[in-house]
C-alpha cells in the first residue's frame, strides 16, 4: 500500500496535510472547544453559538496548492454535507491528489465513502475523531456528534474494507488512564498512526459564560497537566503508531 508522503515539521493542521479544503460553513457537532466556532464568533461571522449549528453549503473549488489536502478543517461530514462531500473528494481525487479525510464519523458517511472511492484507496487516509472512548464525557464535549461507539464501528468497517485508517486522539476529552483506554480500544483497526493531542486554549475556546463549561474546564487542566501528559507519554511512547501533537511535544520536549 502506498504510504501518503505529509510534513511532519508544522503544527495544527499542517502536521497532517500542505493544503485543506472545506465545502461549508456551521457543523452540527457542536463541538464545545471548536476553533472555527470561536473564531466565526471572533469574527462576526456568526453572533452566538447556536448559530455555529446552522450548516450552510459554501462550495468552492479545490486547491491549486501542490501537496496533501485534508477534507473537511472547519466542519464535518455530517449527513448534511455528505453528498457534497463525495463530490468534493471525487474532485481532489480525480485530480490526482492525496487527500486526508478527518471526521468524527457518522457510519453511513464512512459507508458512502468506501463504497465510492474503493479506486482510490491508496489516495485516502481515513482519520477518525476519537478523544475518548467514553458515552458520557463525549456527549457533553460533542453532543451533536455521534457517539464514540459509532465512531468505533465506523473505524473498524474502514479498516475492514482496507482503507488506510488513522485515528486522531485529539483533544483527549480526560486525562491518562481514559486517553490509554481509548488507545487500546482503536489501535487494532489502526493500520497508519493515532495522533494524540491536549485540548487547545479551552480558557478562549470554550463558552465560559456557562459555570458547567469552567468546571469541565478546570478539570481538564488538571488531567491534562504538564505532569499527567508525562506520564501519557511515558506509558504511550515505545507504541509505533503514536505520533504526539505539538500541543503534547512541547511538554515532553520533542521540539
Ligand atoms: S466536528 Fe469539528 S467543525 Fe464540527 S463542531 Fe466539532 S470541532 Fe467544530
Same mark, same amino acid.
Given at each position: 500500500m502506498k504510504k501518503i508522503a505529509i510534513k511532519t515539521s508544522c503544527t495544527g493542521t499542517r502536521e497532517w496535510s500542505d493544503v485543506s479544503h472545506n =465545502?461549508? @460553513?456551521?457543523? @452540527?457537532? /457542536?463541538? %464545545?472547544?471548536c476553533y472555527a466556532a470561536s473564531y466565526a464568533l471572533s469574527k462576526g461571522y456568526i453572533k452566538t453559538r447556536a448559530e455555529w449549528l446552522n450548516e450552510k453549503l459554501t462550495p468552492r473549488n479545490i486547491p491549486t496548492k501542490a501537496g496533501v489536502i485534508m477534507?473537511?478543517? /472547519?466542519?464535518d461530514i455530517s449527513s448534511y454535507y455528505l453528498d457534497s462531500s463525495l463530490d468534493a473528494i471525487e474532485q481532489m481525487l480525480v485530480a490526482g491528489r492525496d487527500v486526508v479525510i478527518v471526521t468524527k464519523a457518522h457510519l453511513e458517511c464512512i459507508k458512502a465513502i468506501c463504497a465510492k472511492f474503493t479506486d482510490y484507496q491508496d489516495k485516502i487516509i481515513l482519520r477518525i475523531t476519537i478523544g475518548s472512548m467514553d458515552e458520557k464525557i463525549c456527549s457533553f464535549w460533542e453532543p451533536g456528534a455521534p457517539k464514540p461507539s459509532e465512531r468505533l464501528d465506523a473505524l473498524r468497517y474502514a479498516y475492514d474494507q482496507g482503507y488506510t485508517t488513522s485515528v486522531s486522539m +485529539?483533544? =483527549? %476529552? %480526560?486525562g491518562v488512564r481514559d486517553a490509554i483506554v481509548t488507545y487500546e480500544q482503536v489501535e487494532p483497526y489502526v493500520t497508519e498512526k493515532i495522533w494524540i493531542g491536549k485540548m487547545n486554549s479551552p480558557d478562549t475556546r470554550v463558552d465560559m459564560t456557562v459555570a458547567e463549561n469552567c468546571r469541565r474546564v478546570a478539570n481538564i487542566k488538571v488531567c491534562q497537566s504538564d505532569k499527567e501528559i508525562f506520564k501519557l507519554y511515558e506509558w504511550l +511512547?515505545?507504541?509505533?503508531k503514536v505520533e504526539w501533537k505539538d500541543s503534547i511535544k512541547k511538554i515532553v520536549g520533542l521540539e
Open positions: =465545502i461549508g @460553513s456551521g457543523c @452540527s457537532h /457542536a463541538c %464545545l472547544y477534507f473537511p478543517t /472547519a466542519h +485529539e483533544p =483527549i %476529552l %480526560l +511512547e515505545d507504541h509505533d
